[in-house]
């Protein structure tokens, strides 16, 4: 088991008043799954994804990554995780805007002292995987949103992570790119790798094959997804 | 070291990217590490020259004279009213002294010199003792200084600089040549070798003729400088006890009297000299350390700026896996960066206003680099601690509100 969560509180102090994010969040992921994180905005996705992430701690409750128990680490931890097991996807991309493609795709291995030649090597082969060998002297502002969300993704991956996490990935890209980046993720689970998405899409959440859907900080049911075909 | 060289390689682009900004936040830094540059190079230079200066009056000569080393407006009035010392009481100061090898004197005024339809205003006029270049190290390049005998029998005969050979005798012979001074006509002896000038000052622009012959042309109203050359250098102070006994029995003093002349020798001179040079320093110190401090202030104001804006890099960088201290290295690299930056820049402009100033004064100039060392360590210095708290702030940062960030 890769990710087992029990009984995950996420609460926020806003002025005197306690907002209650998550309610008591408990599952389980294995290793190889592909699974979409589904609600109306507002109901916790991302929250329980920064938690996932190892971005956050809960306020109550305990989270098992891979046997580790997560919820108690500290800030440097934390890090080391983020670094060594989880491979974060963004809405809005998240690149640094100055830096290459390479030099964005690299940066996870400079945090873990990769040396310079391997870094660059992994960071060339994660591109390639992503369809992007011909774009690695590019900076963002020189690429399409696509593009963008390739190099993020190949960032994701470039630690081989055991976990690539995506907070609504195809929220800022039109229909037909979105499609195409959920090929990539697709390509990405049938190699072995586990994904988890969130989303508001019900179109998005079908690649995934289980869909957990949450309301108000709960989970409401899960269902399994009508995987596509190629 | 790996992370360093990456941080700095970011951190020049950063700056590289922001010429403008980058060189307005290092003004003040650069003012700083300058002046300290500047002023140590000219300071070094001075000493340079004082002690060349020390080196030709001599260790062991010593000067007694009526005013001394003057230091301000009070005593200097008051010197004026003392006694003037002259030929009778050298004469007497040389046979009362047993530590005294030579003792000579001078007088000095300054005239125009003729020769010709050609002249020099201005020059130093000196009369002197026959051993007068045995005291003060005066190196003769032909012909003769003027003589025993020629003081006896107070001859017009004038031993010159190479300044009045320059401008009265281009190109032409000069020995056994008449000049005029003041209506009277000297014959020319000698002359000394080039000594070149500093401080905008020439050490070759002088006529000297025998001490009678001056006090004959000019008068006896002037107090005469008694040059004296002790036996050894660990005999000028009883050398000095000598000459003071008698000079205090010929103005009669009372035991509870004070000297009312002076007696110094040139570590007189380099002392006062390193006090001033102290004063300098100490301004110096003022000067640099304020604006040191505002540079410092600027700087760590640019670094938070920088932090704000890059609140959502700093997120990333976070989100990916970086701990606190990378980020927080990151940033006190770039203020590190930017302040050893400002400090070089500062260096070489010093290097060159001190080089200027040299030029203008005349001032000789020496970099020290001890001074270029300490200015990278100042600057760095200031770089590490005004970078610590925009470094801390993004190291401190939550990376999911810094993700967020607009
Ligand atoms: N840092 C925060 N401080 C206060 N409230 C927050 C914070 N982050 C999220 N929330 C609140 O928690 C709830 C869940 O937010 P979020 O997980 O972002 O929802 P989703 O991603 O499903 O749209 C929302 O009501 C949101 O306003
Ligand atoms: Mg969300």
Redesign the pocket.
Known sequence: MLIKTENLW?T???GGEE????RGVTFCIDKGEYVAIM????????????LIGCLDTPSKGTYQLNGRQVASMNDDELAFIRNKEIGFVFQTFNLLPRATALHNVELPLIYNGTTAETRIDLAKRALEMVDLADRMMHRPNQLSGGQRQRVAIARALVNNPSLILA??PTGNLDTKTGVEIMGVFDRLHEAGNTIII?T?EHDVAQYANRIVH?RD?QIEREESGRKRAA | MRQFIESVKIALAALWANKLRTTLTLIGMIIGVATIIAIVSLITGMNQYVAAEIDQLGATTFIVDKEGIITSEETWWERMKRKKLTVEDMNEVAAGCQGCEYVGGREMTMRKVKAGNRYVNDVFIMGSTANYPQIVNFEIEQGHYPTEADNEHRRPVAFIGYDIIDELFPGMSHIGKTITISGQEYSVIGNGKRRGSTLGNSHDNYVIIPLSTFEKQFGQRRSLDIFVKARSFEGIASAQDEVRMTMRARHKLKYADADDFEIFTAGDIMSMWENFSRGAFIVMIGISSISLIVGGIVIMNIMLVSVTERTREIGIRKAIGARKASVMWQFLSEALTLSVLGGAVGILGGIAVGQGLSALSGIPMGIEIWSIVAGILVSGGIGTVFGVYPAMKAARLDP??AL?YE
Do not use: F, Q, W
């Open positions: 996420k926020y102090n806003m907002l209650h994010a998550l609600g109306p905005s507002g109901s916790g996705k991302s929250t329980l994804m920064n907070d609504e969130v508001h949450i900080g | 999911i509100e967020r």
